[in-house]
Nanobody, 121 residues
Framework: QVQLVESGGGLVQPGGSLRLSCVAS????????MGWYRQAPGKQRELVTT???????NYADSVKGRFTISRDNAANTVYLQMNSLKPEDTAAYYC???????????????WGQGTQVTVSS
């Protein structure tokens, strides 16, 4: 089976930085897009950023210029560098990946368990 495991969350002061990592492991034939979503208390999960296997990126307007997504295809890993963090960035951050576990299986979405990011003084 496929697992996505996030790491790197924590408590940071406004204006600070954090780097999240997400590693995909298990039965993996290929990975298409990978990305990060977040969910604040009482709110719906929202897209933060995505990156294709070829490196094309997409960002939510609220994080453009502050967050950077990158990936290491050889290591099945996606990263999220978060700079100039604001209190409104506080949320649980979830890794997402479109993975084909075996050659004859269809591509499907997989999710990590989430990592908490809290921005507060």
């Amino acid at each position: 089976q496929v697992q996505l495991v996030e790491s790197g969350g924590g408590l940071v002061q406004p204006g600070g930085s954090l780097r999240l990592s997400c590693v995909a492991s298990g039965s993996i034939f290929s990975i298409n897009a990978m990305g990060w979503y977040r969910q604040a208390p009482g709110k719906q999960r929202e897209l933060v950023t995505t990156i294709t296997s070829g490196g094309t990126t997409n960002y939510a307007d609220s994080v453009k210029g502050r967050f950077t997504i990158s990936r290491d295809n050889a290591a099945n890993t996606v990263y999220l560098q978060m700079n100039s963090l604001k209190p409104e960035d506080t949320a649980a951050y979830y890794c997402n990946a479109q993975i084909k576990p075996y050659a004859i299986w269809p591509m499907r979405d997989y999710w990590g368990q989430g990592t908490q990011v809290t921005v507060s003084s």
